[in-house]
């Protein structure tokens, strides 16, 4: 941790200052939870009220707020949070060990500046990787990888044979990356693996995160866009397109072969079936099942997943279900009653 | 295995016999396949008739019932069970390897008796392990990461840096405690990372699945409270807090920031969103997605959950939604009708 | 690679064909991306203008098609351009490293002929691996385990103690077969572990995609039944027995002491409750929550999963639910206006 003044974060996030600028800052936290010598930040306006009771030395705000707080004006409050906790805290120190003597790197393997691979790590034959890497205990690189500059792949991940990392990707611990998809030929009631030769390819800046699974192509490659980021145990199927900058968050899985555009947000959990094409800038709510193209922009929920307006009220309703059939009963019953009547 | 009379069982789990006392018994059985020399259970009302048909030597009872075997009565049978299952069976045995030659223990770390570290684990520098632990092959534990007493970490569990592990923890193969949260600030398209600056808590005789991916907290700690259980692939969101003796059955999710309270069980494939508050001994069914507070003592199910006995009939009733649309048109040109009828 | 001509790829899968049978073949590709040089496939009808205007230099097909591609008739298309693909590419070669210096493999462990154990791979205490068998970096082989022939297990792929696999079979990275299953006696408000004293039996020519997580029985085993395939994170819990040749999708569930037929697909994310038998040859669509027994053949989607053809339009109709409650309330307005005019 760095000791700031309010004054020094202000500068570093491009903000203006109401309040006392010399105000020492310890480091970040919550509004819930921040205490003198700490920053903490107002994003979502609902919480504006909580703002004016924090006992935090200082706050990020995107306009004057009522609090006793020496405030930061910035435009955008948690993106300047980030860069105030990067100031304060720092990304992770990656031990320094060189290249272990307990690590196994195949002669042919081309290794850049200023890496660390750790012990009980393997770099396979034909591997070409890239300048201040950091390659974990018991990471495994199959032959014929590729991986670019700044890259970290944390313990036990594992990058199967002939895939393309770019810079600055991370994967996270006992994530796959490459292993065959799901692929087989059923003839006569047996499977029959078909040879999945396509493979992974990562682009620059994408995140992989713990035990997620990323299966390589059987012919086409799976591709995970530039700036993407998975969160933990996503599925990715064979051949499948993810676009630049989408998140997926956890437990998420998409099925081989479908394509999502850019910026995309697909909540926990969510499924999406094969061989379907998830356009631009779609969001889709934790949970979902989506079974249909999606159009650019659209925000969907539910399984089968539908506009999201339309679902939260729909979805809300199975509730009623039991109230409804017998509504629908007793009008029944007093439709064929007055039917009745008027006959007679 | 180790042979008990039915005496020896009885006495271990403070039972009282009906029957042969003096009769051997060797292993132990379900129900549905014990035969001679095994010791069974029952605990389900609904599978007393098979205990009448069982082949069982001996059975394990809360009140005395109608079989020939012979009958240990018991207050809680299911318990007394596990009882006998470890008199007969034990615990796994872990090997005695000592501190392996081939692992990586940094010179910082301090180890404490008796324990086993195998080959090919890594522990980093400043880390702390109590007495009796086993670190199995392939495990990552961090730097500044603090075990205590009688923990077991199975192959290629990864612990990352900082996280406190309390006594008598067990950690799947293949899990992985205290990566990164998926914490990302989107500033004109691109996410970028928020340093993550909390930890991962696990308090005494937590279970963490294989496969688990638990993350760490951006600023406040992620928590699984004492004697809580993970089934696998379960995921924990950054800064959630699991509170004491809960259940999460497999491939369950809890979103960030999340909180539940003690004794609650959640199904397989539950999800909960992030930032709500789940009361104390709350059962979730199997695939619901809790999308709100739950108040305590809640038995909900579906996704969005809601009341058990609510849910069940109107889940139920979405199967009859083609006939409640034939129904409401039938009815509704019916009414027509009567109406043109009437004013005629 | 290995260039081969139309004449001697449909020599391999038994064709005829209608064209040039010298013309050379380089590669496989999807009927969307092939060009020159490459041989495709037509399999699902619905695709067949595209064979029209395909680039390719062949096709299989089931039975003559407009094209100017050459033509492979053949019976099951898919399964030969599976064949094709063996032939053009080949499967996965393994490096050959023999046994590693840096493997650990215990005295006791007996090593069949021609087997690869990697670099930091455990094989411990008692274990019988077959013939041409690769135990890739970071597998851990618990004691007492046995393998059979031809098989493979990726990198950081576990075994825990006891478990039986057999010939053929693929564990893909980090996927965990035989942890503890999810056991536990509650008694007083704790949760106690029931030793999980059954294993796992893996038939042969099973394949366990990356990131899986097969429990270990309580008391009897957990099994998966010859030429079953895993996709990756799969879920299998203690004591359940996954009938043979079965495809279970990436991300599917199935809950202890569950029985599952032969031949049945379990879409992505799909679960299954604990203790129900599911019949052969069922079909479940994704992400479907199976409640109860399943008879033979069905097909069956949602949650509760119904059967198919009910469900999709059950199902779908739930976004009409806020318009059937409006019809039923206006209707019911109606009605009573009614009523009322004819009791006056």
């Given amino acids: 941790m760095h000791q700031k003044t309010v004054q020094e974060i202000s500068d570093?996030?491009?903000?203006?200052?109401?309040?006392?600028?010399?105000?020492?800052?310890?480091?970040?936290?919550?509004?819930?939870?921040?205490?003198?010598?700490?920053?903490?930040?107002?994003?979502?306006?609902?919480?504006?009220?909580?703002?004016?009771?924090?006992?935090?030395t200082a706050v990020l705000v995107?306009?004057?707020?009522e609090t006793n707080a020496c405030q930061i004006i910035v435009e955008d409050p948690y993106y300047a949070f980030m860069q105030a906790v990067v100031l304060l805290h720092g990304h992770r120190q990656h031990p320094q060990t060189g290249i272990s003597k307990q690590a196994s790197v195949a002669g042919s393997a081309k290794i850049g500046k200023n890496c660390n691979i750790h012990a009980f790590a393997?770099?396979?034959?034909?591997?070409v990787i890239g300048d201040n890497c950091h390659i974990y205990p018991g990471v495994f690189v199959g032959p014929h990888v590729t991986i670019g500059d700044d890259c970290v792949l944390y313990p036990n991940a594992v990058i199967y044979d002939g895939c393309r990392i770019g810079h600055r990707v991370?994967?996270?611990?006992?994530?796959?990356?490459?292993?065959?998809?799901?692929?087989?030929?059923?003839?006569?009631?047996?499977h029959h693996k078909i040879p999945q030769i396509g493979i992974v390819i990562l682009e620059d800046d994408v995140e992989i995160g713990a035990g997620c699974v990323v299966e390589r192509g059987t012919l086409d490659n799976t591709l995970i866009g530039k700036?993407?980021?998975?969160?933990?145990?996503?599925?990715?199927?064979?051949?499948?397109?993810?676009?630049?900058?989408?998140?997926?968050?956890?437990?998420?899985?998409?099925?081989?072969?479908?394509e999502l555009g850019h910026h995309c947000v697909l909540g926990g959990q969510v499924g999406v079936v094969?061989?379907?094409?998830?356009?631009?800038?779609v969001k889709v709510g934790a949970k979902a099942g989506v079974i249909n193209d999606v159009p650019d922009g659209a925000t969907i929920v539910g399984t089968p997943a539908i506009d999201a307006n339309?679902?939260?009220?729909?979805?809300?309703?199975?509730?009623?279900?039991?109230?409804?059939?017998?509504?629908?009963?007793?009008?029944?019953?007093?439709?064929?009653?007055?039917?009745?009547?008027?006959?007679?």
């Avoid at 010598?37 to 924090?54: D, E, I």
């Avoid at 991370?170 to 047996?190: L, P, Y």
Wanted: glycine share 12%; aromatic share 4%; proline share 4%.
């Fill in 122 to 127: 393997v770099v396979s034959e034909n591997t």
């Fill in 170 to 190: 991370i994967v996270q611990s006992n994530a796959s990356v490459g292993q065959d998809g799901f692929g087989f030929a059923t003839h006569k009631g047996e």
């Fill in 62 to 65: 995107s306009k004057k707020v």
């Fill in 227 to 258: 700036g993407s980021k998975l969160g933990d145990s996503v599925a990715i199927g064979h051949g499948t397109k993810i676009g630049p900058h989408c998140l997926l968050v956890p437990q998420a899985g998409v099925a081989g072969s479908a």
């Fill in 12 to 56: 570093h996030v491009g903000g203006r200052i109401i309040g006392d600028a010399a105000v020492v800052i310890e480091s970040a936290a919550t509004l819930d939870s921040a205490g003198p010598g700490q920053v903490t930040f107002l994003s979502n306006p609902k919480y504006a009220p909580r703002v004016q009771t924090t006992q935090a």
């Fill in 274 to 281: 094969g061989h379907i094409k998830v356009g631009n800038m």
């Fill in 310 to 344: 339309k679902a939260r009220r729909a979805y809300a309703l199975i509730e009623t279900l039991p109230e409804i059939r017998q509504k629908l009963r007793a009008l029944d019953k007093q439709v064929q009653r007055l039917a009745g009547d008027q006959e007679t």
